[in-house]
Structures are given as C-alpha cells and as structure tokens.
C-alpha cells in the first residue's frame, strides 16, 4: 500500500465468519484502500472457539477469494498496536442493535484513548443479518439446525466437517 491509502481494520472473533460479517467487510471497502480483517487470537480473548485462529483466517481467504482489497490475518495484543503497526487509521465495527451499543462504545472510546489517531467507524448491516450472530451459528449448527442461510460455502463445507468429527 502506498503511503495515501486509508487502511481499516475489521477485527473481531469470527468463528466462523458468517454472512453478516461479510457484509459489512464488503461495506467497509466504500471507506478504505484495503481492509485487513484481523481475527483476534485466543490469548487476547476469554471465549472459548470452535474452530482455531488458523482456521478462520483461512476461512476469511476463502470467502475473499474475489477481494483483492480484503486481507486476512490474526494478530495479537491490543487492537490499536495491530493497527499502528499496519499503518491503518479505521476500525470497522458492525453495530446490529441497541444491545450491541454499549459494549461497542465503550470499545470504541477506550481505543481512542490509546491511540487518538485510529478512528472507529461503526456500519449497520444490511436488515437480514440483523439477527445473526457466530454464537448463534454455531449453536443451531451443533444442535442439527440449518446454517445454510448464515455462512458462505466455504464456512459450511468446514461446519459439516467439524460437526461431523465431534458429533457422538
Ligand atoms: O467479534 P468480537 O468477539 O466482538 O471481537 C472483539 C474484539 C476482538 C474486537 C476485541 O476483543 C479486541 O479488540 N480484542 C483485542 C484486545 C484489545 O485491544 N482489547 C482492548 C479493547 S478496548
């Protein structure tokens, strides 16, 4: 990237990916050069995965086959040190509903008051992913319910597979 492109971040757990992130990493791309969506790893969170770091970004890559602007990767540590290091000024977040808001801003304050530089912008979904949360997906896909709806098919070729090795 040249100096005058505008990075943003796209961070979160993503596990997996559904197509409620996609949307709005695909919205994020109307505000920035490149878009690195950055997958926290497991030292930085307390949640407990069903599919490893590794897996995710690889599942991110496969879903952004067709994005030259959309990079995946994981990082570590804090938000804002990823993106100085990455040179990148935006966080992007998805913000589905009043609940989401609390816990958002009070993110999105705290990572301005570490590093004033990096903006957070929030971005509203598109109205059929409101609902939708990776929690949620990977419930209703332990419990034999179909994701089909939620997750590209790269994501729900590895739930299949990932069900299929866990179920008794
Ligand atoms: O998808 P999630 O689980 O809501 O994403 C949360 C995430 C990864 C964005 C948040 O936990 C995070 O930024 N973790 C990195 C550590 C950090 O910077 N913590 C301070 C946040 S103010």
Redesign the pocket.
Known sequence: MTTSSRVAVC???FDPITVGHEDIIRRSLAFADQVLVAV?HRA??VKQGLFSVEERVAMIREVFLDEPRVEATDFTG???DFARDRGATLIVRGLRAVSDFEYEFQ?AL??RQLRPETETLFLAPHVEHSFLSASLVREIGALGGDVRPFVSPPVMRRLRERFASTSP
């Open positions: 961070p979160g757990s926290a930085t969170q804090l938000l804002v993110m705290m990572n």
